[in-house]
């Protein structure tokens, strides 16, 4: 079965900062990787996504993740955080049956301070 | 193109009724998917439908029911509602099954609170 955990309930960075949001992945087969954002009141967004090639994956608003097979892992960062960066961010896998239904991981909110 | 919408948007209920959400996906979507937010158990699958079938379910009593009709707008019901039902519901839409491999858009979800 697939796993996602994500480390770190709540993230808090200052204006200006690097943006770094923890996924590790248990997965017995290939998986599909996403990430997702939820502001409030609002549903999931996509914000990137790996599927096979390139392991550094940029999506959009500045984000991008890369994922490491060896360390099962597939971290979100973002170089400079702005504050209409702050919402909840959740991590996803699922396999390349397209059969599975995505796995979320429990989400980190992210805070962005002036 | 507008996007996947929900309705209601918010709902209150009393333990034992029941209720039904409306979704009605991105035109052209055919793939519909539901799911339960609550700060506990956070984004949980429920079911996916693609052109009228059940494809997946989730892990979920058989209170949680689901349909998609012809036209691809689904609906999912749950009958006698107990209070740990409280939670967001979200819709997403696709434009073919397979939630791994086809980008989902979703709704804004209906706030179901039971009292």
């Known amino acids: 079965a697939q796993s996602v955990t994500q480390l770190g309930s709540h993230v808090s960075v200052s204006e200006g900062a690097l943006v770094l949001l923890r996924c590790n992945y248990s997965s017995s087969v290939p998986p599909y990787l996403f990430w997702y954002v939820q502001y409030p009141n609002q549903g999931l967004q996509l914000l990137l996504k790996?599927?096979?090639?390139?392991?550094l994956v940029k999506g959009i608003n500045g984000f991008e993740a890369e994922f490491k097979k060896s360390e099962t892992s597939f971290h979100l960062t973002k170089p400079s955080a702005h504050m209409s960066d702050a919402a909840e961010y959740f991590c996803a896998v699922s396999d390349h049956s397209g059969n599975t239904p995505l796995v979320f991981g429990k989400g980190t909110r992210l805070s962005v301070i002036a | 193109k507008a996007g996947v919408t929900q309705t209601p948007r918010y709902l209150i209920k009393t333990r034992g009724q029941q209720v039904t959400l409306s979704c009605s996906p991105i035109?052209?979507?055919?793939?519909v998917s539901w799911y339960q937010q609550t700060p506990g158990q956070g984004l949980q699958f429920l079911f996916e439908y693609f052109s009228e079938t059940q494809r997946n379910k989730g892990n979920f009593p058989g209170r949680f029911s689901g349909r998609q009709f012809s036209n691809s707008r689904s609906e999912m019901n749950v009958s006698t509602l107990e209070l740990g039902d409280s939670a967001l519901y979200l819709c997403?839409?696709?434009?073919?099954?397979?939630?791994?491999?086809?980008?989902?858009?979703f709704g804004p979800g209906t706030r179901l609170t039971v009292t």
């Open positions: 035109s052209g979507h055919r793939s």
């Open positions: 790996y599927t096979t090639g390139a392991t």
């Open positions: 997403a839409s696709s434009s073919s099954p397979g939630q791994g491999s086809y980008e989902q858009y």
